[in-house]
């Protein structure tokens, strides 16, 4: 909650909303004038706002009073490779309705980050789509903002707000479905940090495929350790030791993938006629220059942004959309899965 210079505690949208029975979003709009309020609401609103004390700011004002044709968008990692899809994505929807962008990179700083969003509402946006660095979930940027937020890749750990991320549990389900298709029956799984939410939602959706096909994993739960090759290529001579019969190998990166396949042939195992591989990312600078090329589930990042900001509009337009939006991922069969004879 807000504080004045003295410490005492301001009074906020959120409040004057409980008051009068409304919606934020209603509050804001009959405090700003506009047309679609009822009368006796914005009676109502006004009412609980002079009892709490309530003045909306003149940022806020010039927003409800309204639209720029513009939107604000920030990410935690403009360099990053599940970034950058993501923006593209967002710019073809935004540009496809003659919307302007102002792009900032906070760089996982969240002092940088609220210095960004105060400087995008000075410029009077009418959205903003955030954009994480990583898959859990993040808090919300504040309590109330007079305009709709999005929040993508990353979800609001707030579930009122709008967020969209990749359905991680469906996309297990269809790494470990495409294995079982190649007829692979014995079947590990080599997950990265278990702090992430996603390398646990992907193994849920494997676990579940597999059960589904009267299967269980080798060892009857998921190795997790770190998203890199070091890791792959450690846990693959682990469960080859353990393991001498798995035929089929899922991974929770491409990056821990190829750390596989190179342990698997240093090991003089044939991929896939012996062992099948499969990945997650479709990261093609890894995928592609794998031996073989990696099999591996896309997360359909572009198809997420150019979502986040279908969504934004329809918030813009004062549509509720909030709650926890799923964008489903696909799977890309390269050299590295294969029938067997």
Same mark, same amino acid.
């Given at each position: 909650?807000?504080?004045?210079?003295?410490?005492?505690?301001?009074?906020?949208?959120?409040?004057?909303?409980?008051?009068?029975?409304?919606?934020?979003?209603?509050?804001?709009?009959?405090?700003?004038?506009?047309?679609?309020?009822?009368?006796?609401?914005?009676?109502?609103?006004?009412?609980?706002?002079?009892?709490?004390?309530?003045?909306?700011?003149?940022?806020?004002?010039?927003?409800?009073?309204?639209?720029?044709?513009?939107?604000?968008? #920030?990410? =935690? $990692?403009?360099?990053?490779?599940?970034?950058?899809?993501?923006?593209? +994505? *967002?710019?073809? %929807?935004?540009? /496809?309705?003659?919307?302007?962008?102002?792009?900032?990179?906070?760089?996982?700083?969240?002092?940088?980050?609220?210095?960004?969003?105060?400087?995008?509402?000075?410029?009077?946006?009418?959205?903003?789509?955030?954009?994480?660095?990583?898959?859990?979930?993040?808090?919300?940027?504040?309590?109330?903002?007079?305009?709709?937020?999005?929040?993508?890749?990353?979800?609001?750990?707030?579930?009122?707000?709008?967020?969209?991320?990749?359905?991680?549990?469906?996309?297990?389900?269809?790494?470990?479905?495409?294995?079982?298709?190649?007829?692979?029956?014995?079947?590990?799984? #080599?997950? =990265? $940090?278990?702090?992430?939410?996603?390398?646990?939602?992907?193994?849920? +959706? *494997?676990?579940? %495929?597999?059960? /589904?096909?009267?299967?269980?994993?080798?060892?009857?739960?998921?190795?997790?350790?770190?998203?890199?090759?070091?890791?792959?290529?450690?846990?693959?001579?682990?469960?080859?030791?353990?393991?001498?019969?798995?035929?089929?190998?899922?991974?929770?990166?491409?990056?821990?993938?190829?750390?596989?396949?190179?342990?698997?042939?240093?090991?003089?195992?044939?991929?896939?006629?012996?062992?099948?591989?499969?990945?997650?990312?479709?990261?093609?600078?890894?995928?592609?220059?794998?031996?073989?090329?990696?099999?591996?589930?896309?997360?359909?990042?572009?198809?997420?942004?150019?979502?986040?900001?279908?969504?934004?509009?329809?918030?813009?337009?004062?549509?509720?959309?909030?709650?926890?939006?799923?964008?489903?991922?696909?799977?890309?069969?390269?050299?590295?899965?294969?029938?067997?004879?």
């Amino acid at each position: 909650m807000a504080k004045t210079k003295t410490g005492s505690t301001a009074p906020t949208l959120g409040q004057v909303a409980e008051l009068a029975g409304v919606s934020m979003a209603t509050a804001s709009k009959a405090l700003n004038g506009r047309a679609e309020v009822a009368a006796r609401t914005r009676q109502r609103v006004f009412d609980a706002a002079a009892k709490v004390g309530f003045t909306p700011n003149a940022i806020a004002q010039s927003l409800m009073a309204g639209r720029t044709g513009t939107v604000g968008l #920030i990410t =935690g $990692d403009l360099e990053g490779r599940f970034s950058i899809p993501i923006l593209m +994505g *967002a710019e073809d %929807a935004f540009g /496809a309705g003659s919307t302007s962008i102002f792009l900032c990179d906070a760089r996982g700083d969240s002092i940088r980050e609220r210095h960004h969003v105060r400087a995008l509402l000075s410029r009077r946006i009418d959205g903003l789509i955030v954009v994480g660095y990583e898959t859990n979930p993040r808090p919300p940027l504040a309590d109330t903002l007079p305009v709709p937020v999005v929040y993508a890749y990353a979800p609001s750990s707030e579930p009122g707000d709008i967020s969209v991320a990749s359905d991680n549990i469906e996309a297990g389900r269809m790494a470990a479905d495409h294995l079982i298709s190649c007829g692979r029956t014995r079947i590990a799984y #080599i997950a =990265g $940090d278990v702090s992430y939410s996603a390398a646990r939602d992907r193994v849920t +959706g *494997a676990t579940e %495929a597999l059960h /589904a096909a009267g299967l269980s994993l080798l060892g009857g739960e998921a190795m997790y350790g770190a998203w890199s090759e070091h890791w792959g290529r450690g846990a693959a001579r682990g469960i080859l030791a353990r393991y001498p019969e798995v035929d089929g190998i899922l991974c929770g990166s491409d990056q821990i993938a190829r750390g596989v396949i190179d342990a698997l042939r240093d090991e003089g195992k044939d991929v896939p006629a012996e062992i099948a591989v499969m990945g997650h990312d479709n990261w093609e600078p890894i995928a592609t220059q794998s031996r073989p090329p990696l099999s591996t589930i896309d997360m359909n990042l572009k198809e997420l942004g150019r979502v986040a900001a279908q969504l934004l509009f329809r918030a813009i337009e004062g549509e509720d959309v909030s709650g926890l939006h799923e964008v489903p991922c696909r799977v890309v069969p390269r050299d590295s899965t294969a029938l067997t004879l």
